[in-house]
Structures are given as C-alpha cells and as structure tokens.
C-alpha cells in the first residue's frame, strides 16, 4: 500500500504536457495564447476568435480540428493552431532533462509561418535577410516581425557576459538554410531565416546520440544559463527545452515568450 502511494505521489507531481495531459489538448487559457499571437505578429495576423484565426491575407487556419487524441507524431505532422501551445515552454527556468516527447516550440502550423515569412522554396526569402554582426563575423536573419533587432539585442547583451563564455557562440553554426529538419518534410525555421545555431563544438543534438536500452535519449547539455536567458528574454526559444535536444539551436518565437 505504501508502495502505490508513492507512485501516485510521483505521477502527481509530473507536470502535464497538454491541459488535460493529452497531446492535442487544447491548452489553458488559449484566447491568452491567441492574442499572445497576435501581438506577437500584428502585421500578419488580423483577429481571431475561437474557430479560425484570420490573416490579413483573408486566408483563415482552423483553430482546432477537434482532435484531442494525436499521438507526438501526429501533433508535428499535423498540427493545428491550438497544438502550438499544447506544451508549455518553460522560459527562464533553469536547463534540465525535459519530459519524455515533451517538445515545446517543435509544433508549427506551416501555413502560419510561411504567411509571417514566406516561402524560401519560392525565392521568398532572401531579399528579406539582413547582416547582423555577431562575435567577429556577421549573420543573414530576417528582418520581418523585428527577428533582425531581436538578434542584435540579444548580440549586445551576450557581448556584456564574462569572455570565457564567447566560446559557445562563435562561430556559428549558421543561420538562414532553404531546408527541411533533418528526417522530416517539415520545414526548419531556418528555412525562415528566424534561427541561429551556436558553436557545435560545445552542444548536443538528439540525432548524434544512441538511445538507451529503454528506447529514451539521455540529455546533456553545456550551454550557460546565462546565454539561455538572454535569448528567451528577446523572444527566442532554445532546442535544450526539447526531448528532442538541439543545444546549438535557438529561434525566434514570442507568442511562446511571456510579453
């Protein structure tokens, strides 16, 4: 008996991926989330109400498909407006080892971000980017939705760090790539020009590591807090918060960012 009360303990206080522990699940609070969305891309997104969110394209995406039964798989392959929320990001905590398949940020409805950004597959792209100086070089991101002054202010405040950290940022491991993620049809956000990579020579990607006997991937990571916090403070995500760990890699994202 003691036994199974200590496990109900332990399952108690896991934190739930969804509102109600479902991949799928509508999440807390989602007109929060909308009109975090909103003001987080005010030159594409025209309203929105609890069926459809309507861009100033006069396109309009479904805010839910009603499913609340997709399995991890089926939330990134096709995901709707509210699955973009299903996981909370936990912005400013400190780095630890996520949940199993808990991935937030990694669901991403395409339609939405190619309206935001366009379509590089399409020359979208390109005369969008722009130099940002970045530790003794310079990178191309996008200048739609302030990503471009988003990066030099998270680039002025990473300058303001001890020296010893400047290794992890330079070089770069890129910013803009017309390409999908690796192992998927979905395209990366730095098909966008809205992500960055950091120095590979001090971070960890899912994809290089072999699974535990149990089938689960063991999380590492090198990257300081301190770096992470002044990305996330600017509205950037960090691929450490992933299962699906990619330490290097930080996006821009505001509607997941507190404002």
Known sequence: MGLLLVMFLCIA???ALAGDGRYGAPPPDLDRHLARLKEAYPDVIKSYDKEKLVLTSG?????SDGRTDKSFD?????????????????????????LVDSDPGRVRVEALFRAI???????????????IPWFGGSLLFTTRNGA???LEAVARDLATLPKPMLKYLAPSAGTYNCRPIAGTQRMSMHAYGASIDLNTKYTTYWRW????KDGTYKWTNQIPSEIIEV??????????RWYHFDTMHFEYRPELLPP
């Open 13 to 15: 206080a896991m934190p």
């Open 74 to 98: 089926e939330l990134l392959d096709h995901p709707d407006i509210d699955d973009m929320f299903a996981i909370p990001y936990p912005a400013h905590a400190q780095p630890k080892a996520p």
């Open 59 to 63: 396109v309009e995406l479904p805010i």
């Open 231 to 240: 990305f996330e403070r600017h509205g950037f995500i960090w691929g450490g």
């Open 148 to 150: 471009d002054g988003a």
């Open 209 to 212: 590591t072999r699974p535990g």
């Open 117 to 131: 950004y366009g379509d590089c597959r399409k020359g979208d792209i390109r005369a969008k980017l722009r130099k």
